[in-house]
């Protein structure tokens, strides 16, 4: 079965460190996998994406995930957080030759920036 | 339209009634899903549309839920019977038909629609 894993509930981060929102997954095959992120009282939106390719994806806003096969990890990261990235990041995953439209989403990481 | 345009943006029912939310995807978007998202949870699968037809909807919990997308454009999903757990917010997203094919799966979500069955 698919699942998606992110072991963090809320991470505190102050405002110019780095930032690291983790995601583990299990899936048969290889995976597509996504961050989305959720603003309060706004709908998901797309922050990045691994299909295929190099490792190390760039997304919106200055995100970036590294792909890990080894360790099926696809974690979020910000060189230097802003206040404004205070939200809800949910990782999620697709099998390849799955249902095109059945993503797999993790329980969301609350990503708390303070300045 | 810009977005997707999800309709009520909050409805409170009673357990037993009949519920429809209404999907507005944008315009020439093929690509139609439908998520449920609980409190504390990441959203769920609950079915995907290619243009009219509904090609997976593996998601649906059982046969109280329901979803139609005559046109190929708006979709609505019924929900039949409510029960207290069906309570939850419950995402449309829609994507282009091209990147639901190539795996992309580049969803752009609604706000969702708040359902409370009391």
């Known amino acids: 079965a698919q699942s998606v894993a992110q072991p963090e509930d809320q991470v505190n981060v102050a405002e110019g460190n780095p930032l690291t929102v983790k995601c583990t997954y299990s899936v048969s095959g290889n995976p597509y996998l996504f961050w989305y992120v959720q603003y309060p009282n706004r709908g998901l939106q797309f922050l990045l994406k691994?299909?295929?390719?190099?490792?190390l994806v760039k997304g919106s806003y200055g995100f970036e995930a590294e792909f890990n096969k080894s360790q099926t990890s696809f974690h979020l990261k910000k060189p230097s957080a802003l206040v404004s990235d205070s939200a809800l990041y949910f990782c999620?995953?697709?099998?390849?030759?799955?249902?095109?439209?059945?993503?797999?989403f993790g329980k969301g990481t609350k990503l708390s920036v303070k300045p | 339209g810009a977005g997707v345009s999800q309709t009520p943006s909050n409805k409170v029912t009673e357990k037993g009634k009949y519920v429809e939310l209404r999907c507005d995807p944008i315009s020439g978007h093929t690509a139609l899903y439908w998520y449920r998202q609980s409190l504390g949870q990441g959203p769920e699968f609950l079915i995907y549309?290619?243009?009219?037809?509904?090609?997976?909807d593996s998601g649906l919990p059982n046969d109280r839920f329901f979803a139609v997308r005559p046109e190929g454009s708006v979709s609505t999903l019924k929900i039949q019977r409510t029960e207290r757990g069906d309570s939850a917010v419950y995402l449309c997203?829609?994507?282009?038909?091209?990147?639901?094919?190539?795996?992309?799966?580049?969803?752009?979500f609604g706000a969702g629609s708040r359902l409370t069955v009391l």
């Open positions: 999620a995953v697709r099998a390849e030759g799955g249902s095109q439209g059945n993503l797999i």
């Open positions: 549309f290619q243009g009219t037809g509904a090609a997976d």
């Open positions: 997203a829609s994507s282009l038909r091209q990147e639901a094919f190539s795996g992309a799966n580049v969803l752009t």
């Open positions: 691994y299909i295929t390719g190099d490792n």
